[in-house]
């Protein structure tokens, strides 16, 4: 049975009733049957597909999909399940697959056709970050790992295409072909080419003092093809680097996340969770444990809003493909440890909303 069928979908794989919300101060639309756990990965469909799909990795274990209706009512499709946390999530190409990334060590591919789930990679340590590599010449599985290692599946074999070691565990990874960007413990950066096959280009010095959490590839907006990326970490700073700068003052750092303190004028700070960039537009999106999410416009060196609080931390984020709704979650991210975490509260929350106006660039001064 297919899960693009509609109303013929089997009543077995489908989760949860529920009714949608909204927040209404912020303009967003509440997903109905959120996880039960903290969300660790958001992601919309390719726009290889008509309608629109979010699919969801969180602590629970599960992998959801949610069909996104043009009201922003969402409708609960199916689910999948890990033997462990699911960290990281992405689609194929066709729209046809979701991967997802476990600390149970595997990678899993979920025909959504089917609504099967197979078992498509392995690492000896939790698996941080998936994405899928649509080559001119191959494609693939990146799978980056706890265990030190990139790895690469053709999804047809048991075995690695290719594995590169890294220096130290995988924390961050972002692609957008030809290029890939991986972030490592000891605030390691590794800029990998992917073309023909993946190999090393370069490692850089982080510019953010302080580990980092979340990397995101943006665009030339003359070439559209892949020129920098923003590299977000614990002590709300984004970093804009681009890899060949054609002036060394393009690359800028930028504070985000901060509040004023209640005592003495200290400000507390906040980790960036995620980096989103707006595939139309080339504006970006931040979401922090401060419990918000801001739009910038970084060629402008601008921010162009900031959301009311929410009532805990927001975790992850991600724009569908032609731009107009902005998802993003709102659950517990452990920053302030285990004493922090009230479970009769702090209840995981999916939202959507449209967002193409808010993220136009701002309007360059005459």
Excluded at 271 to 291: C, E, K, R, W, Y
Excluded at 325 to 340: L, N, Q, T
Aim: hydrophobic content about 30%; overall charge neutral; charged content about 20%.
């Amino acid at each position: 049975m297919s899960l693009f069928g509609g109303t013929n979908f089997g009543t077995a794989t489908v989760f949860g009733g529920g009714t949608s919300t909204s927040n209404t101060s912020n303009n967003a639309v509440e997903v109905t049957s959120p996880p039960d756990d903290s969300v660790s990965c958001l992601k919309f469909n390719p726009p290889a597909l008509q309608m629109t799909f979010l699919v969801a990795g969180s602590w629970d274990n599960n992998v959801r999909c949610w069909e996104i209706q043009p009201s922003g009512q969402s409708v609960p499709k199916a689910q999948q399940t890990h033997t462990g946390p699911v960290l990281a999530c992405d689609w194929s190409d066709d729209g046809t697959k979701v991967f997802t990334a476990s600390c149970d060590k595997t990678a899993k591919m979920w025909d959504l056709n089917s609504n099967q789930a197979m078992q498509i990679a392995q690492h000896d340590a939790p698996i941080k970050t998936c994405h899928w590599i649509k080559g001119t010449s191959y494609s693939c599985l990146m799978t980056g790992s706890w265990d030190k290692t990139l790895k690469f599946w053709d999804t047809r074999t048991p075995n690695p295409m290719m594995t590169i070691q890294l220096p130290e565990r995988c924390y961050c990874a972002d692609v957008k072909y030809p290029m890939a960007v991986v972030g490592t413990a000891g605030r390691g950066l590794i800029i990998y080419q992917l073309e023909n096959q993946p190999q090393e280009f370069k490692r850089i010095d982080s510019p953010l003092k302080y580990q980092h959490r979340c990397v995101s590839i943006f665009m030339d907006k003359k070439t559209n093809m892949p020129t920098g990326f923003a590299l977000g970490s614990i002590e709300g700073r984004v970093a804009i680097h681009y890899v060949n700068p054609t002036n060394p003052k393009d690359n800028f750092t930028f504070k985000c996340h901060r509040s004023n303190g209640q005592t003495g004028g200290i400000q507390d700070i906040y980790a960036v969770n995620d980096i989103a960039f707006h595939p139309g537009h080339g504006t970006l999106a931040t979401v922090g444990s401060d419990g918000r999410y801001s739009f910038w416009d970084k060629d402008a060196r601008t921010k162009l809003k900031t959301s009311d609080l929410f009532d805990q931390s927001i975790s992850t984020c991600c724009f569908n493909s032609q731009g107009n709704i902005f998802g993003f979650a709102s659950s517990y991210d452990w920053s302030k440890g285990h004493e922090g975490y009230d479970p009769q509260k702090m209840k995981p929350h999916i939202y959507v909303k449209s967002c193409y106006d808010e993220l136009k660039p701002s309007a360059k001064k005459s």
